[in-house]
Nanobody, 126 residues
Framework: QVQLVESGGGLVQPGGSLRLSCAAS????????VSWFRQAPGKEREGVSC????????YYAESVKGRFTISRDNAKNTVWLQMNSLKPEDTGVYYC???????????????????WGQGTQVTVSS
């Protein structure tokens, strides 16, 4: 059974850090780009970061550059999103998604993804 499971969300104060995990089962992530999306209340889902399959190139939304870091370990079939200097506007449900045909110019487009996780809640509040 193909599955993506996110974990690591929670409540954190502004300026704090969280590390999200996306664990895949039922298939290998080796050939898949993996991205993180988030959806804030009342807003559309948006791309946060992406890591390619081929050379682990990374891409970030402007709003998180310099604060978030995406990484992967294919041996563990897992991708992480390290989130530092969190802001209240980072609040939302974070989803990981995988796609075989996702590139640097297309990673923010949801249509390119094959599998999605169920999401993990991140709340940044004092």
């Amino acid at each position: 059974q193909v599955q993506l499971v996110e974990s690591g969300g929670g409540l954190v104060q502004p300026g704090g850090s969280l590390r999200l995990s996306c664990a895949a089962s039922g298939f290998s992530l080796d050939y898949y780009a993996v991205s993180w999306f988030r959806q804030a209340p009342g807003k559309e889902r948006e791309g946060v970061s992406c890591i390619s399959a081929s050379d682990s190139s990374t891409y970030y939304a402007e709003s998180v550059k310099g604060r978030f870091t995406i990484s992967r370990d294919n041996a563990k079939n897992t991708v992480w999103l390290q989130m530092n200097s969190l802001k209240p506007e980072d609040t939302g449900v974070y989803y990981c998604a995988t796609g075989l045909w996702v590139y640097g110019s297309t990673w923010t487009k949801e249509v390119g993804y094959d599998y999605w996780g169920q999401g993990t809640q991140v709340t940044v509040s004092s």
